[in-house]
């Protein structure tokens, strides 16, 4: 089993404010981990796939993606499928945080592998609850092995 403490974070959120109150909550939860933030869908997927698009460039590497839906260059759902159906990030966590509770929506991203599904709620310390778990789950999270 990897280390937990080796696993970069993927943050993939348009939303400034919301970047910085995710990344304060999962510090504040304990998680000390490096997190590479992103605000749009193209330089993370550059980041996560190699600019060929093959995902190579991360193989091996233990990453947990925390993926926004709603970005201004692509929706979450076309990152979400592109991780899952690539041969070196397809066991890559991904836990979804976006505003939208719409139930199919919810199934979908659990359908093409989400792990976790999280509603950002309006409310500010709901919000910051729901990272605090969060951050009680990376703890706990088992990342797959580097082959």
């Given at each position: 089993m990897t280390d937990a403490s080796s696993v970069t974070i993927v943050m993939i959120e348009d939303d400034e404010g919301h970047a910085r109150l995710i990344e304060k909550n999962i510090r504040r939860a304990g998680v000390s981990n490096e997190i590479k933030a992103f605000a749009d869908g193209t330089t993370a997927l550059d980041f996560l796939l190699?600019?060929?698009?093959?995902?190579t460039v991360r193989k091996g590497e233990a990453i947990l993606i925390l993926l926004?839906?709603?970005l201004p260059d692509m929706t979450g759902i076309d990152i979400l499928k592109a991780?899952?159906?690539n041969p070196h990030l397809k066991a890559t966590p991904i836990v979804v945080l976006t505003t939208t509770d719409d139930q199919r929506e919810i199934e979908r991203c659990y359908e093409l592998g989400a792990s976790v599904y999280i509603v950002k709620p309006v409310n500010y310390d709901n919000f910051a609850h729901a990272i605090r778990q969060l951050g009680l789950f990376f703890s706990v999270i088992k990342i797959p092995e580097a082959h």
């Open positions: 190699g600019p060929d698009r093959s995902g926004d839906l709603n991780v899952k159906l």
